[in-house]
């Protein structure tokens, strides 16, 4: 029987079994992902990375920078832009001069930072809890691999509204827990990611771009930017806006649900940016928490001990992420304790 096991393997997941793990405990993480990263996801893609999720780090706080720092030391990350343009029917104006801070990348995509997370902490891919169980004095986790794991105290990591299907029943002696989680809403978003003709010159100006009240497009980067070694064409990363994104979740033909993204980018900034010699689209059904819950994690000890985290909760960000799983580490250690 596991001490615990973390479900998720994203920014929260990784770094809280990490703590974990440095604290003597036997963790494990179960994710239903082939690999790890969560939202901090990269893809392979003509010969370069493409980042499809999280698009930057920014530091706010010490302890996340020392983080960054280390990370950059190892050659992880690196610094990308400290100007983040702003879109709108009005054109394209520079940031104004407090928001003009480090932002950071992954030359090798943002996935490299989970997957340094991940060294020799023990990972269960391919792995989706389908029950959730317990008895007095410990859970019972099965997989739909038909496996059953047991463990002292879990930490769910997972966004708020794919947790309470799994664990609702259990949680009814825990009320102002689960209501905590049920207020959780999240907002989706469609990804393109999009290669040009590489005759096509791309102005500094459009590295990094916020749209403002625009009804389709909320961000725009040139991604090839981050890792300008590899990069033999320009690609960029287009996102939409949650309103769109809710319109178009359920549409079976990607290119339809993609394709006014591309549409809006063409009319917005350069038309040649509206016709990529090739693209692909993701859907993120849970992308963002419309309103974070802004506390670092929420814990209970009833039935057993139990510890949600993320960005759900702490913020909406990596950084918002990471404090959360440090957070989700020390409260599963004193439930522990108990």
């Known amino acids: 029987m596991k001490d615990v096991i973390v479900i998720g393997a994203g920014m929260a997941g990784l770094t809280c079994a990490q703590q974990l793990k440095q604290a003597g405990l036997d963790v494990t993480i179960v994710e239903k992902s082939a690999g790890v990263g969560g939202r901090m996801a990269t893809r392979r893609l003509q010969g370069t990375w493409v980042d499809h999720g999280a698009q930057l780090i920014s530091v706010k706080s010490d302890s996340f920078g020392r983080f960054v720092r280390k990370l950059q030391e190892k050659g992880?990350?690196?610094?990308?832009?400290?100007?983040?343009?702003?879109?709108?029917?009005?054109?394209?104006?520079?940031?104004?001069?407090?928001?003009?801070?480090a932002r950071y990348c992954c030359p090798r995509g943002m996935t490299a930072i989970a997957k340094s997370l991940a060294m020799e902490i023990p990972i269960i891919n391919n792995a989706r809890i389908v029950g959730v169980s317990h008895n007095d004095t410990k859970w019972q986790l099965v997989t739909d691999r038909q496996e059953t794991l047991e463990t002292s105290a879990i930490i769910s990591t997972i966004p708020a509204p794919q947790f309470l299907p799994l664990f609702e029943e259990v949680l009814t002696l825990a009320p102002s827990f689960l209501q905590?989680?049920?207020?959780?809403?999240?907002?989706?978003?469609?990804?393109?990611?999009?290669?040009?003709?590489?005759?096509?010159?791309?102005?500094?100006?459009?590295?990094?771009?916020?749209?403002?009240?625009?009804?389709?497009?909320?961000?725009?980067?040139?991604?090839?930017?981050?890792?300008?070694?590899?990069a033999i064409q320009p690609v960029f990363v287009l996102q939409s806006t949650a309103e769109f994104a809710k319109q178009s979740m359920e549409e079976p033909d990607l290119e339809i649900a993609g394709k006014p993204l591309l549409n809006q980018v063409?009319?917005?900034?350069?038309?040649?940016?509206?016709?990529?010699?090739?693209?692909?689209?993701?859907?993120?059904?849970?992308?963002?928490?419309?309103?974070?819950?802004g506390v670092s994690c929420l814990s209970t000890a009833i039935p057993l001990a139990l510890v949600c985290a993320g960005d759900?909760?702490?913020?909406?960000?990596?950084?918002?992420?990471?404090?959360s799983g440090i957070a989700a580490a020390e409260s599963a250690i004193e439930l522990l304790k108990v």
């Open 312 to 323: 759900w909760c702490a913020g909406k960000n990596i950084e918002a992420a990471y404090h």
């Open 76 to 101: 992880i990350v690196q610094e990308w832009t400290r100007n983040v343009y702003q879109l709108s029917s009005s054109g394209l104006r520079p940031p104004d001069a407090d928001a003009r801070h």
């Open 180 to 230: 905590a989680v049920q207020s959780v809403k999240f907002a989706p978003s469609v990804t393109i990611m999009a290669g040009y003709n590489a005759s096509n010159s791309v102005p500094s100006e459009w590295q990094a771009i916020r749209c403002i009240d625009d009804p389709i497009l909320d961000w725009i980067s040139y991604d090839s930017s981050k890792h300008a070694d590899k």
């Open 266 to 293: 063409g009319r917005l900034l350069a038309k040649w940016l509206a016709s990529p010699e090739w693209w692909q689209v993701h859907r993120w059904r849970y992308a963002l928490a419309e309103e974070s819950l």
